[in-house]
């Protein structure tokens, strides 16, 4: 492959680095004096390649942490601060705020997706929309969650008013492939239920998140939302240790999630909500429509070049179709454009992360030397930001991208002839997040669909594998997930339901009705949100 002509569009052109010189913490912009990181673009914008410097964030350690720690614990204030006793329409109102200043700055983060990360301007300006609907979809699930609430349920003599109330202080780590959407699927449900937050942004996809820090500053009071830069070792680690941490929120890989568990003293006492690694399989029956399982495996695979968890990282093909399946196929992947993201009808761009194209080589190597072929006349072409998709086959158990999540540009092809033999391969599997079964036969359908749904948590019919729509739980079972997200599940996995009870007196019943009608109590309320 040859390298990438330079045109930049005037619109997403870089003119000037932004250099990241403040955190947020306790509800002030603090600026900062210590060193910092360069932030590089795997995007060249001269014509001999080079990365783009875009900028650079501070490079903070533990004294930032517990500064930030602090912060958030104060807010929190023992359950007592302003934040978690405030009323619900007034924490809506705050998240209104929010996302309104969010829309502003549409332009400048959609370009800061291309550059950071890669992505397309389609999939960057999906992403921010995406994002934005997510916020407001929470605020009116949270207001329907509230109204369910409003009211009080009696039994055996007692009242009891139920409600749903925050856990504490939320540490939240987002990833880098979607690092405003996942993240904001975190933080977004975690404020509004009344915590308070320390959030470090991902390691690539960073700087988008410096045109919102006025947003949170000015919408939120002091201390509830605090922002930090720096390595997960450098800061995540002593927030961890101090124990004060009440619910760890973290989109990424199962060993740092692991890793950041191990430190906190009281494991028992910490809540996790964990997006983590998948290995989603596709499986292709002997029935299943050709023209509409290639155009859906080819999303699945390489929809931002592979790099979703969502993402289906391993195909089983039955050996009846496995030849017309691979021909067709491959010549689908060969025949993907390459090119910048701004670029019209571009599928596949640049890789963000450095050594990602000499990581997936090592898996393309495996799989040769342990008896795979490259099918594809592209597949494993080299560029200095990029390896093109090799399609794998036949792949086996022996081999590292059978048994890895590659998370970039290669698509491993494992033939089958008996479904029971599959079936307990996805069994045996450490992750169990979703499938995508391609077929027609109810008959056939029937029992893989009643088996699989007890080894994943989503079973695609005839398409990819996703996370959304987002109103529909995003979970998985073993090494892929604990807790549920969604618009509807996030607001309960953030949260535990907590109630007053009453017993059934004239004493207690007048008491009752006068916090009613006084409204001096934010909890006691039965008001009705519209």
């Known amino acids: 492959m040859s390298t990438l002509q330079v045109q930049v569009p005037e619109a997403y052109q870089i003119k000037e680095p932004l250099h990241q010189n403040t955190y947020l913490v306790n509800g002030q912009l603090k600026p900062w004096t210590g060193t910092t990181t360069n932030v590089y673009s795997s995007i060249s914008s001269t014509e001999s390649y080079q990365p783009t410097l875009l900028g650079s964030i501070p490079s903070m350690g533990e004294n ?36 309104k200043q969010m829309e502003s700055q549409r332009e400048v983060v959609v370009k800061l997706l291309m550059w950071e990360i890669g992505k397309t301007l389609g999939d960057s300006q999906k992403e921010f929309d995406r994002t934005v609907e997510y916020i407001y979809d929470t605020i009116e699930e949270y207001k329907q969650l509230d109204r369910d609430s409003a009211k009080f349920s009696k039994r055996d003599g007692v009242y009891a008013h139920i409600r749903r109330g925050p856990l504490g202080v939320v540490l939240c780590l987002g990833p880098y492939n979607y690092p405003l959407n996942e993240t904001f699927a975190l933080l977004i449900p975690a404020l509004i239920m009344g915590n308070t937050a320390i959030f470090k942004p991902a390691k690539h996809g960073v700087l988008l998140i410096s045109p919102l820090l006025e947003a949170f500053r000015s919408s939120f009071p002091k201390g509830v939302v605090n922002i930090i830069y720096g390595r997960g070792r450098e800061v995540a680690a002593p927030i961890m240790k101090s124990g004060r941490i009440d619910v760890l929120a973290l989109i990424g890989n199962s060993k740092s999630a692991i890793a950041l568990q191990d430190q906190h003293p009281n494991k028992n006492r910490l809540r996790l909500v964990l997006g983590l690694e998948a290995k989603n399989p596709a499986v292709v029956l002997p029935d299943a429509d050709m023209n509409l399982t290639i155009d859906e495996c080819i999303t699945g695979t390489l929809s931002f070049n592979g790099q979703r968890c969502t993402a289906l990282k391993l195909v089983h093909v039955h050996e009846q179709i496995q030849d017309t399946f691979l021909e067709q196929f491959t010549a689908r992947v060969d025949a993907m454009k390459f090119g910048n993201p701004w670029e019209e009808g571009v599928k596949l761009t640049p890789l963000p992360e450095p050594d990602k194209p000499e990581y997936i080589q090592e898996l393309i190597d495996d799989a040769l030397a342990k008896g795979a072929k490259i099918l594809n006349k592209r597949g494993g072409e080299r560029t200095d930001n990029f390896i093109f998709p090799a399609v794998l086959f036949p792949v086996t158990k022996e081999m590292h991208v059978y048994q890895e999540e590659q998370f970039g540009p290669v698509i491993p092809v494992k033939p089958f002839n008996d479904i029971q033999v599959l079936l307990d391969e996805i069994a045996d599997s450490n992750y169990g997040q979703q499938v995508s079964l391609f077929g027609k036969d109810v008959y056939e359908l029937s029992p893989l669909i ?42 309960r996995s953030f949260s535990i339901r907590t109630f007053v009870a009453s017993k059934d007196n004239a004493y207690n019943n007048q008491i009752l009705e006068n916090l009613l009608k006084t409204k001096v109590s934010n909890f006691m309320s039965t008001d009705y949100i519209l």
């Open 450 to 491: 009643d088996t699989l749904v007890n080894l994943v948590c989503r079973v695609n019919l005839n398409s990819a594998c996703q996370r959304g729509p987002d109103v529909f739980p995003f979970t998985g079972r073993k090494d892929s997930a604990v807790a549920t997200l969604s618009v509807h599940d996030a607001l």
């Open 64 to 99: 930032e942490a517990l500064e930030a720690l602090t912060s958030a614990c104060d807010a929190y204030h023992k359950g007592q601060g302003l934040w978690p006793t405030m009323k619900v329409a007034d924490r809506i109102e705050c998240m209104e705020k929010f996302v």
